[in-house]
């Protein structure tokens, strides 16, 4: 049929296919090595282009004013995509290392002084998770961000990176969209701006924090009881002490007082969440969490694997962009965006201890 769509011209493979030719434009003359470093790198691109594309669907329904029931089996499906590439990515480093530390020498210096450290795409995703400029790794005093800003030419790719850069920052973030959310979330039935909402989140934290005493009572008699603990005491103010830092932590005392109460709520209700996670109404919101949680654990994996293919590749020689190489790969990976979720784990009791469930005709349990 005279025009009909064909598969390539859909995926534009003529231009695509046309992009591997490096700085000269031109692959004729290419170490296939080279090549391969293209490609690899290239699709990595492209897997944050629709990673950064889930995410923002992902926390523009979270920040909606009103979040209805429905719309999480959504948000679920674009973090579930998220993670599935962030798994396939770090597979992906099993193609990288089939270039040899010898083949990546031949043409490593015309790199100098290109780096990954200027994807500026993997550092819109950063920010747009929530990373705050403070908390961002830098090399030499150098913060990633503005290094891209600095180095952007006019050209096309310099002016894009430039004006990406600038957007993000403009973004509300996925970590705030969340925060909006697990604020709004019901705690025994009470939600913010309710009779009393105050008195039930903190009758659900004090009950919580009870269990909790409770629970770590019993796992120091058992601990007592069946080792032989040559240093009973010190063992005791361990327990004691990480008594001290859950409650500091329900209680959200380290933050600015004026920002407690609702850190106190967002993460009273990740708890709940996470606690009563088997009731119809949770069952979406608690794989909502997983996710999250996941998502930034890809991350993590993803950044510890590209630093361990890094070293394998080069050593600890300086990265081709003047950084400490793996030095500052390694750092990246003490990233952690959603804190409070990570915490929770150190908090959480099981089944059998938690608190009993209030108004749980609310959240469709019939019992």
Request: glycine share 6%; with cysteine.
């Amino acid at each position: 049929m005279k025009d009909a769509p064909t598969y390539w011209d859909y995926l534009g493979l003529d231009r695509l296919l046309d992009l591997q030719g490096g700085l000269e434009h031109d692959e004729s003359g290419m170490l296939v090595d080279e090549l391969h470093f293209i490609v690899v790198h290239q699709t990595y691109e492209l897997w944050f282009k629709l990673t950064l594309r889930c995410l923002r669907i992902a926390r523009d329904a979270l920040g909606a004013p009103r979040v209805a029931e429905e719309t999480i089996p959504t948000v679920v499906h674009h973090l579930r995509r998220v993670t599935s590439i962030l798994r396939l990515a770090v597979h992906q480093m099993e193609v990288m290392e089939t270039l040899t530390p010898q083949g990546f020498l031949d043409f490593r210096d015309k790199l100098v002084p290109a780096s990954g450290f200027q994807s500026f795409q993997m550092r819109e995703l950063e920010i747009l998770l929530g990373i705050e400029d403070a908390e961002r790794v830098r090399y030499g005093g150098v913060d990633p961000v503005q290094h891209i800003e600095a180095s952007a030419h006019d050209t096309p790719a310099g002016r894009l990176a430039k004006g990406r850069m600038s957007e993000v920052r403009q973004e509300r973030t996925f970590l705030a969209c969340l925060d909006d959310w697990l604020y709004r979330t019901p705690i025994q039935g009470s939600s913010p701006g309710d009779p009393d909402d105050e008195e039930a989140v903190s009758s659900f934290l004090t009950a919580y924090q009870e269990r909790m005493a409770e629970a770590r009572d019993a796992s120091w008699k058992r601990l007592h009881q069946t080792l032989e603990v040559k240093d009973a005491e010190g063992m005791r103010r361990r327990f004691d002490d990480l008594a001290a830092q859950s409650r500091q932590f329900l209680e959200a005392h380290d933050v600015p007082e004026a920002e407690r109460a609702r850190r106190r709520r967002i993460r009273a209700a990740a708890l709940f969440i996470e606690s009563y996670r088997e009731l119809p109404l949770l069952s979406w919101p608690r794989l909502l969490l997983d996710l999250v949680v996941e998502v930034e654990e890809g991350i993590v994996l993803f950044r510890h694997r590209h630093a361990r293919m890094v070293e394998r590749t080069i050593g600890r020689r300086v990265g081709t962009g003047g950084s400490g190489g793996v030095d500052y790969l390694d750092q990246t990976g003490k990233y952690r965006v959603f804190r409070d979720l990570w915490a929770i784990r150190t908090v959480l009791l099981p089944r059998s201890r938690v608190p009993e469930l209030e108004n749980a005709d609310f959240y469709g349990f019939e019992h």
